[in-house]
C-alpha cells in the first residue's frame, strides 16, 4: 500500500469540492458514493478521507443510506 495514500488521499479531496447536501443525491452524487464505498471494500483499512474531513462527514451520512446499504457487498 506504500506510495498510494498520498495520491488517493488527494483525489478523495478533490471530490470534496463536488459534494452536496446528503439530501441531495443525484447521479454525480451517487458516483461519489460508488467510488468511496468501493475504496472502503477495497482498502478498508486505509484512511482514505485523511486531510478531507467534508468526505468523511458526508460518507458517514450517505453510507447509511437505505439504498446503500442494501447493495453493500457482504
Same mark, same amino acid.
Given at each position: 500500500?506504500?506510495?498510494?495514500?498520498?495520491?488517493l488521499?488527494?483525489?478523495?479531496?478533490?471530490?470534496?469540492?463536488?459534494l452536496?447536501?446528503?439530501?441531495? /443525491?443525484?447521479? *454525480?452524487?451517487? &458516483? !461519489?458514493?460508488?467510488?468511496?464505498?468501493?475504496?472502503?471494500? #477495497?482498502l478498508?483499512?486505509?484512511? /482514505?478521507g485523511? *486531510?478531507a474531513? &467534508? !468526505?468523511?462527514?458526508?460518507?458517514?451520512?450517505?453510507?447509511? #443510506?437505505?439504498s446503500?446499504?442494501?447493495?453493500?457487498p *457482504?
Amino acid at each position: 500500500m506504500d506510495g498510494i495514500e498520498g495520491p488517493l488521499n488527494r483525489s478523495v479531496g478533490t471530490l470534496a469540492g463536488e459534494l452536496k447536501s446528503p439530501s441531495s /443525491f443525484d447521479l *454525480g452524487q451517487i &458516483a !461519489i458514493a460508488v467510488a468511496l464505498g468501493y475504496l472502503e471494500f #477495497r482498502l478498508g483499512d486505509t484512511d /482514505f478521507g485523511a *486531510g478531507a474531513p &467534508a !468526505i468523511q462527514d458526508w460518507w458517514s451520512a450517505v453510507r447509511e #443510506r437505505p439504498s446503500l446499504v442494501s447493495t453493500r457487498p *457482504g
